[in-house]
């Protein structure tokens, strides 16, 4: 099958060399025409993922045509540019758009809608097969090689959908499926909330046991939340889940767990969102889901925490404090 990544961050830089080292047909598509260039210059994507040769069978250009070849395009946007790159897609490519299976790379709720990626896709694209690849996917690890595995859910099945765990899996990354899409998202989008609240445990330098004791809990509220929202449990102890939520809330490499650190170190919170050149899917995903559970009284309380120090202006230890001197109650709960 042919593969096209549209945007050329880095996971969708990573995704493209793996594509094409397994051999594939793979096209990466930048959204500017300049940066393009610059990639076909260079051999690598020095403004997002630098060190990490394009393999010379990689197809770099800006013009999304191309996704009139493929089979299968990964949409690499962040969740607030999604819409805008399917629109523009579905306005480039007519009705050949149909046969295309359409998979998200971004892990954030829509601000406008509170909708997860491949819902947002879903209106774009209403015929079409639609999905997401989720899980611990450090950028580096996967362009070095380095062994990964991933979760593949999509609304309905099709041949195309069936063949695209077995090309992308090898001996670095295995590929898993769920019939569960609305629960892969929901623990891909919230596990970058609870990986800033672990950040600020790093900025504090509170230790280990709050750190695993925030990380618990948060799987304990990502649970609740997910299961209320239409997820099924089973789902959050899976890579999409528990797995990425390990991997971001102590990864150096993590945007939205360097987030919270510089935070707890006293950097203005406009001022990271202001300047950071990439997304940190967590800042937006915080207000998203707090507007999801005050409209259907679910009880969040490290989230609701998180949203009053990004959006409320509360000071990090108070919201430490608030969360420690809770009213105690058994460990299910």
Same mark, same amino acid.
């Given at each position: ?114 909708? #997860?990626?491949? &819902?947002? %896709?879903?209106?774009?694209?209403? !015929?079409? @097969?639609?999905?997401? /690849? +989720?899980?611990?996917?450090? =950028? ?69 046991? #709050?750190?695993? &004791?925030? %990380?618990?809990?948060?799987?304990? !509220?990502? @649970?609740?939340?997910? /299961? +209320?929202?239409?997820?099924? =449990? ?100």
């Amino acid at each position: 099958m042919n593969y096209c990544i549209l945007g050329a961050g880095a996971w969708g830089t990573a995704v493209a060399i793996h594509l094409e080292r397994m051999g594939h047909n793979t096209s990466l598509v930048p959204r500017r025409s300049e940066h393009a260039a610059e990639i076909v210059k260079s051999g690598e994507n020095r403004a997002y993922l630098p060190g990490f040769p394009i393999g010379s069978g990689l197809r770099v250009t800006a013009d999304v045509e191309i996704a009139r070849e493929c089979d299968v395009v990964f949409l690499a946007a962040p969740s607030k540019g999604l819409r805008c790159l399917c629109e523009t897609l579905r306005d480039r490519l007519g009705t050949r758009n149909r046969r295309i299976v359409y998979l998200a790379l971004c892990k954030g709720l829509e601000a406008e809608t509170n909708l #997860a990626p491949s &819902a947002v %896709i879903g209106t774009v694209f209403p !015929e079409s @097969v639609h999905g997401t /690849v +989720s899980g611990p996917t450090y =950028a580096g690890e996967v362009a070095a090689g380095r062994p990964a595995a991933v979760v593949l859910a999509v609304n309905r099945e099709s041949e195309s959908s069936r063949r695209i765990p077995l090309d992308l899996s090898n001996e670095q990354i295995r590929v898993y499926t769920s019939d569960d899409l609305p629960g892969v998202e929901l623990g891909a989008c919230l596990k970058n909330i609870y990986a800033i609240a672990a950040g600020i445990c790093d900025g504090f330098e509170l230790g280990d046991n #709050a750190k695993a &004791a925030l %990380i618990t809990r948060s799987v304990a !509220e990502m @649970v609740r939340l997910g /299961v +209320s929202l239409g997820g099924e =449990a089973e789902t959050f102890y899976g890579l999409s889940g528990f797995g990425d939520l390990i991997a971001t809330c102590n990864g150096s490499w993590s945007r939205n767990r360097g987030f919270g650190q510089q935070i707890a170190e006293g950097v203005a919170i406009m001022e990271l969102i202001e300047t950071r050149k990439m997304t940190v899917e967590g800042y937006g995903s915080t207000e998203c889901f707090f507007q999801i559970c005050r409209k259907n009284g679910l009880d969040a309380p490290i989230l609701v925490e998180i949203h009053k120090v990004l959006f409320g202006g509360k000071d990090c230890r108070a919201s430490i404090r608030d969360l420690m001197t809770r009213q105690l109650k058994p460990e299910s709960c």
